[in-house]
Nanobody
């Protein structure tokens, strides 16, 4: 059974940092793109960042580019999201998800992702 378990969320002041982790089990995902999405209160879930299966390509939504960094450790079946210079508008539940296998570029839309984690809450106070 495939499981994705996010961790690392919490409460942080504006300008602070958090590092999210997503540990996958039940299958090796080294051949799959991985992504992070987020859902703020009262809003639809949106794309945040994605990384190619080899780790050489990364995509970010405009609002996080330059502040967030996605990375992966295929030996640990884990993907990370380093979030710096956090803003109150980054407050959301953050989800990791499994994208396509051997894709030429990371995916940025929800329907291109299959397995999803339960999410981890990130709250940024002003």
């Amino acid at each position: 059974q495939v499981q994705l378990l996010e961790s690392g969320g919490g409460l942080v002041q504006a300008g602070g940092s958090l590092r999210l982790s997503c540990a996958a089990s039940g299958r090796t995902f080294s051949s799959y793109d991985m992504g992070w999405f987020r859902q703020a209160p009262g809003k639809e879930r949106e794309f945040a960042a994605a990384i190619s299966w080899r780790g050489g390509l990364t995509y970010y939504t405009d609002s996080v580019r330059g502040r967030f960094t996605i990375s992966r450790d295929n030996s640990k079946n884990t993907v990370y999201l380093q979030m710096n210079s956090l803003k109150p508008e980054d407050t959301a539940v953050y989800y990791c998800a499994v994208g396509q296998k051997f894709s030429v570029r990371p995916e940025t839309t929800e329907n291109e992702y299959s397995y999803w984690g339960q999410g981890t809450q990130v709250t940024v106070s002003s």
